[in-house]
């Protein structure tokens, strides 16, 4: 069994900078994929950033490309996401998500078999 737990969470001012951290236990975590996602609400849950834990191959979605930085430590099982430039459309609860069989990030929030409990980020104007 697979358990993620985040935090990090928080409110901040725009242009400010949040990290959140999620960790990972139950299984090997230098293998398959690990991602980001966040759900608005009223809106669909939608793909941030995901990385290969095996090779560190890390893949971004266009709105927070260059803002924001994914990266893990495989001797701590912990996968981190570093939010700068922060914008109040980034206001959502962010989830952390495991694929332990793939090699390539996926933006489907379908491929992922673990999911986190989320953590809130509120970015205010």
């Known amino acids: 069994q697979v358990q993620l737990v985040e935090s990090g969470g928080g409110l901040v001012q725009a242009g400010g900078s949040l990290r959140l951290s999620c960790v990972a236990s139950g299984r090997t975590f230098s293998r398959g994929i690990m991602g980001w996602f966040r759900q608005a609400p009223g809106k669909e849950r939608e793909f941030v950033a995901g990385?290969?834990?095996?090779?560190?191959?890390?893949r971004y979605a266009d709105s927070v490309e260059g803002r924001f930085t994914i990266s893990r430590d495989n001797a701590k099982s912990t996968v981190y996401l570093q939010m700068n430039s922060l914008k109040p459309e980034d206001t959502a609860v962010y989830y952390c998500?495991?694929?332990?069989?793939?090699?390539?990030?996926?933006?489907?929030?379908?491929?992922?078999?673990?999911w986190g409990q989320g953590t809130q980020v509120t970015v205010s104007s």
């Open positions: 998500a495991r694929d332990l069989n793939k090699l390539i990030v996926s933006t489907y929030a379908g491929a992922y078999d673990y």
């Open positions: 990385i290969n834990s095996s090779d560190g191959h890390t």
